[in-house]
């Protein structure tokens, strides 16, 4: 292939540092769950109970799916295979998305388009690139694994889950940059295929729940339909099947050779779905920078609303294959476990999921406020900001903007889990909003302070997610309760308005407000 | 007492430790168009930014309009329209939505002006931002602003992605913004075309000006390019006044500074000269005689 080479030269030359990075970081996660679980498993009988208990507490199994023997391996690493695997997919397929669609966006890749390079050396570069890096982690993982004393077909299995699911979404992130004309649309379009998959297996794997004591068989059909469904049923540590292997990697090639035959075949620049035509005129409505500002975020807002209520939906649904366990003896001995005198398994379980969607929907909030920073960074804003236009009012319109999506996005969840529970859920759902805001709020104030940190939101959410998987990292407690998801009243019948709530919201509405001044304060970025 | 449309004294912008501005000094008077000349990295985005009240000067003396740009930017930006060097558009609008936009944020646009506009830059209005090339953005902005009618036009090198046939319909709307009162601070390094448009020209280089005043002014600092065709040789080689001498047969042509011109046409009438031809120096030598430092031109 003319220019694949060189390709891959640029690729993984602006990628070295991060690529670095990452493969220490996931070798290292692999390592210290392990670690951590050879010394709180110290006898076989934890591991009995510990295995029980995860695979009978509904919301860590729509987490983290369940366990599937009470070996050091699978009770260890149950918190690294789906989730993680699903965050290594996330990474590949964003890798993928920016050396291919968001390259063609802004234009790079025409320049190397005159070069003498095949029209798919880029989309394949890009692939090799997540496909090594995948690969890479894998076999570290598993040696290291070997290295500590793991069982070594387990830890094979294990490698082999984590690399066949990073390749087998960086195909599918292939895929989705070929459809849509531009890199935003095809993260949301890949977004929401890895969101799905997730939700899928989380859905298969709770209506097969079981509290009599014994380990489930297999997860429900709607894990079969899931690509991490697949990947989770390699079962590493347990039964160490290979042949979801062959799934995965079956998906991977098929994906990718129609994203190559599309590439090789349509022109630079297009997409399979169309643009279409604008409006001639500017409707009456767009007349003020709100209005362009609701106008930039309307689509996104529209695709998470119904997105959320898909989840919602999905969620409530599972409430019903729950509540069945509720009279369990088992089950109320695990709920003692757990601390939860007062509320019952299904508030529990719609409390942590809750939480856990506030962080998905805080990634809506960072993504609103950092436009406004990549409308800095490109020139628009200098082109706006040449009408009258003031400062501040343009900057709080994406920071309204930001708190009110996700209180609609938070809206749609309640309203979702609502229809299918059966009661009320809206309050809990929208409890979350919190902590939602003083990520948002956090997101904000870097980008205030400099457009070239819009960045940091991201972190700081990334960081949150981590506090989910703290004790297998052994970080001291205080990092846990670092995240503010912790200080959330999620759960059903819970008091929404806590001290804790009152001091989140506060803290959020001064860093908003903080944020609006100081941004207007500052050189715009060009 | 004319008020300068725009005044700056002294303007100082610094980036960390770099210096974008060392002490410029630029002024513009109602109604002319002013061309703004410096090379890359000259300056010159920098100080439109710091009148548009984007950045914020570090030293001197800045007025746009009898006012502040940064603390009064909405109310003065009601007056004034600006079309970027590197125009960028939101992509998921169209270019009509985006013209329409602007107009209501200044309080409304000349409906009629806009269909002309329209029409005249060869524009289609219903394409989405997306997909327009770079020309075309461009045209957005300009069809924007020349529909606004403002008191200033602010147009940081607005041809650079035109054809030929576009810069001449830019060069046209241009005079008519001019002769409807129009002030302009025209910022270009394509100096052909502010040559034709240009009464006032400040020239910059590394953040501070080197020379300003009005285009014929500035023309007397420079040479005039002179052609003959002599019926009989004549040597001008050791010529005092005679610059860049080019002989070719019974051709020749050179550079005469203008207070040598009177006697070295003198002599050139001695040899009697078949045809004559001198041009006025154009913006491209009165532009090298600043930023050449091997003096090629002298």
Redesign the interface.
């Known amino acids: 292939m003319t220019g694949l080479l060189p390709t891959l030269r640029l690729v993984v030359r602006r990628d070295r540092i991060q690529l670095v990075v990452w493969l220490l970081l996931y070798v290292a996660m692999a390592a210290s769950a392990y670690s951590t679980a050879k010394t709180n498993y110290a006898d076989q009988a934890s591991l009995d109970s510990a295995a029980r208990a995860a695979s009978e507490n509904p919301s860590l199994v729509a987490m983290f799916g369940p366990v599937y023997s009470a070996t050091t391996g699978a009770v260890g690493m149950i918190k690294m295979v789906v989730m993680m695997a699903a965050a290594l997919g996330l990474l590949t397929g964003l890798l993928v998305i920016r050396h291919t669609r968001a390259d063609e966006e802004s234009g790079r890749r025409e320049m190397l388009g005159a070069s003498a390079i095949d029209r798919t050396a880029p989309p394949i570069a890009a692939l090799i690139e997540s496909t090594a890096l995948s690969l890479a982690i894998g076999v570290f993982s598993a040696l290291v694994l070997v290295g500590m004393g793991a069982d070594a077909q387990g830890s094979i299995m294990f490698g082999a889950l984590w690399a066949f699911t990073g390749i087998a979404f960086a195909a599918f992130a292939l895929l989705c940059a070929q459809l849509t004309?531009?890199a935003r649309a095809a993260r949301g379009l890949f977004a929401v295929g890895l969101g799905a998959a997730y939700l899928l297996r989380a859905v298969g794997d709770v209506s097969v729940i079981r509290t009599d004591g014994t380990l489930p068989a297999e997860p429900g059909w709607e894990s079969w339909l899931s690509p991490l469904g697949w990947a989770q049923q390699i079962r590493p540590f347990a039964d160490d099947r290979p042949w979801p292997i062959l799934l995965l990697l079956a998906a991977s090639v098929a994906l990718t050779a129609v994203a190559l035959r599309i590439a090789a075949q349509r022109d630079l620049g297009a997409g399979l779905i169309p643009?279409?035509?604008?409006?001639?005129?500017?409707?009456a409505l767009?007349?003020?920078?709100e209005?362009?500002t609701w106008?930039?975020h309307r689509?996104q807002l529209i695709g998470w609303s119904v997105g959320m209520l898909a989840v919602g939906l999905a969620f409530g649904g599972m409430g019903s294959a729950i509540d069945s366990l509720a009279g369990n003896e088992g089950t109320r001995e695990m709920l003692e476990r757990l601390g939860g005198s007062g509320s019952n398994l299904l508030d529990i379980f719609f409390g942590a999921e809750f939480s856990i969607m506030g962080m998905a929907i805080a990634a809506l909030g960072i993504s609103i406020v950092n436009t406004a920073c990549s409308e800095e960074t490109?020139?628009?804003a200098?082109?706006?900001?040449?009408?009258?236009?003031?400062?501040l009012r343009w900057y709080a319109s994406h920071l309204t903007a930001a708190v009110v999506a996700t209180s609609i996005a938070s809206l749609a969840l309640g309203v979702g889990v609502t229809l299918t529970a059966g009661r009320q859920l809206i309050v809990p759902a929208l409890a979350a909003l919190p902590a939602v805001w003083v990520i948002t709020a956090i997101a904000a104030l870097a980008g205030a302070i400099s457009a070239r940190w819009a960045s940091v939101g991201w972190i700081v959410l990334a960081l949150c997610v981590t506090t989910m998987i703290a004790d297998v990292l052994k970080l001291p407690d205080w990092v846990a309760k670092i995240s503010p998801f912790k200080h959330v009243a999620t759960q059903p019948g819970a008091t929404v308005l806590t001290g804790a709530t009152v001091a989140l919201v506060v803290i959020a509405a001064v860093g908003l407000i903080a944020a609006a001044l100081s941004e207007s304060r500052?050189?715009?970025a060009? | 007492m004319t008020t300068e449309v725009v005044r700056v004294e002294g303007l100082t912008k610094t980036f960390g430790s770099a210096h974008a501005l060392n002490g410029l000094d630029l002024h513009v008077t109602p109604g002319e168009v002013h061309a703004f000349l410096g090379p890359n990295g000259a300056g010159k985005?920098t100080t439109i930014?710091v009148l548009?009240?984007?950045?914020?000067k570090t030293a001197g003396t800045v007025e746009l309009l009898g006012g502040d740009p940064w603390s009064q930017?909405?109310?003065l930006?009601?007056r004034?329209?600006?079309v970027?060097g590197?125009?960028?558009?939101?992509?998921?609008?169209?270019?009509?939505?985006?013209?329409?936009?602007?107009g209501?944020?200044?309080?409304g646009l000349d409906e009629a002006r806009r269909a002309e506009l329209i029409e005249r830059f060869a524009l289609d209005?219903?394409?989405?931002a997306?997909?327009y090339s770079k020309g075309n953005r461009q045209k957005v902005?300009l069809v924007a602003a020349f529909a606004a009618r403002a008191e200033l036009m602010?147009l940081d090198e607005p041809t650079s992605g035109l054809d030929p046939l576009m810069e001449e319909v830019f060069t046209q709307c241009l005079a008519e913004a001019k002769a409807a009162g129009t002030s302009i601070l025209l910022s270009s390094h394509i100096l052909s075309e502010v040559d034709r448009v240009a009464d006032a020209v400040t020239i910059i280089k590394d953040g501070a000006t080197v020379e300003t005043g009005s285009l014929d002014s500035l023309r007397h600092l420079s040479r005039t390019r002179v052609e003959a065709t002599l019926a009989r040789p004549v040597d001008l080689a050791g010529t005092a006044g005679v610059h860049d001498l080019q002989a070719d047969g019974d051709r020749v042509s050179f550079s005469v500074e203008a207070s040598d011109l009177g006697r070295i046409l003198g002599e050139l009438a001695a040899a009697g000269p078949t045809s004559l031809t001198s041009r006025p120096p154009t913006l491209e030598e009165l532009f090298l005689r600043h930023y050449d430092t091997a003096g090629a031109v002298r």
Do not use: C, F, Q
């Open positions: 004309e531009g643009v279409g035509r604008g409006r001639e005129r500017g409707s767009l007349g003020s920078v209005a362009l106008r930039l689509g490109s020139g628009r200098e082109y706006l900001l040449s009408g009258p236009v003031p400062r500052r050189d715009l060009a | 985005s930014r548009l009240g984007l950045l914020k930017a909405p109310a930006h009601r004034l329209a600006y970027p590197d125009v960028t558009l939101w992509p998921n609008l169209s270019g009509g939505e985006i013209i329409d936009l602007m209501r944020l200044r309080g209005p219903a394409k989405k997306r997909t902005a602010i």
